[in-house]
């Protein structure tokens, strides 16, 4: 998709502080940081929220990336992995990501 910023970041189009890439999967530092370790990871591929996968593969995927990149960052021990799906959950960009955070102790919901 043209205008969505996070397909400008898997292009190379916009600048971004990458941890982790692969054919299926970019994670990158979070421009508004909420815990001292804040990274968001994506598909590639642009699917606009955990509603619209089709191929759960891809789920997969971005979970493995995700205990990569924590154990990288040293969070293995406690970290959080959010998706919000939808305006009403608080999705701002409409590209399918997760956010995953730690770094600090993390208050529960």
Known sequence: ??????????KGELPSTKYY???RVI????IDPKA????LLAPKQHIPTMHDVKDFTIVADIHK???IVA??????????LINNCGADAGQ???????HLMGGEKLTSF
């Open 1 to 10: 998709m043209s205008d969505c910023i996070f397909c400008k970041i898997v």
């Open 21 to 23: 890439e692969d054919d």
């Open 27 to 30: 994670a990158f530092a979070d």
């Open 36 to 39: 001292p370790v804040h990274i």
């Open 65 to 67: 990336a995700a205990q």
């Open 71 to 80: 154990e990288e960052q040293g969070i293995a021990n406690g970290y959080r």
């Open 92 to 98: 701002i960009v409409f590209h399918l990501h997760y």
